[in-house]
């Protein structure tokens, strides 16, 4: 770069270049998607924090600078609820209430739907269940709030201050494809 202070000072090409690699290089660190990345492992270590100490966010360091926060999204609880499922119980039964006077008219919406979905139906339109069907009703347990994944805020001006005798270095070490003590 010989005398340019900054990367401003360069051509637009050479400053889009050198952005390009960065963003790409450090694309794959941050990446959320790859487990496997700097960005996975950090965020399974706060996963197991949370879960082990009850703590949903903490600070992050640079040098001793706070320059932001890593936490954990929380879903919310789930209370039990009570849900309503219709089952064919007699297949016999119903084929015979189907077959009998009463329900000529629903024939062929029996024909065309599955049997307990025309259970639902007619129930919803008459008030009353086919002979061989039954209303069963289950209560789905109460769920934990689950972790939906992570949140880091970080604030670039902050870092850039918490690293500044080391940012040429640093940054030359990460195109490189290691870390600051490579």
Not at 9 to 29: K, N, V
Not at 82 to 101: I, K, N
Not at 102 to 125: G, L, N
Not at 156 to 163: S, Y
Request: net charge negative; with cysteine.
């Amino acid at each position: 770069m010989g005398n340019t202070t900054s990367i401003r000072d360069l051509p637009p090409m050479e400053q889009l270049a050198i952005e390009q690699a960065l963003y790409s290089r450090l694309g794959e660190d941050v990446s959320t998607k790859n487990p496997d990345s700097l960005r996975g492992m950090v965020d399974v270590d706060m996963v197991e924090n949370y879960r082990n100490t009850g703590y949903k966010s903490r600070d992050v360091f640079v040098n001793g600078h706070k320059v932001g926060t890593h936490s954990v999204r929380i879903g919310k609880d789930k209370d039990a609820q009570t849900v309503r499922r219709f089952e064919v119980t007699s297949d016999a039964a119903l084929d015979d209430w189907v077959r009998g006077d009463d329900s000529r008219m629903f024939w062929d919406a029996y024909i065309t739907s599955h049997r307990a979905e025309f259970a639902k139906w007619y129930f919803e339109c008459m008030g009353e269940l086919p002979d061989g069907c039954e209303m069963v009703t289950e209560t789905v347990p109460a769920q934990s709030p689950q972790v939906l994944g992570t949140t880091l805020c970080i604030d670039a001006g902050k870092v850039a201050d918490a690293i500044s005798g080391y940012l040429p270095t640093t940054l030359a070490r990460m195109l490189e494809g290691g870390g600051e003590d490579a």
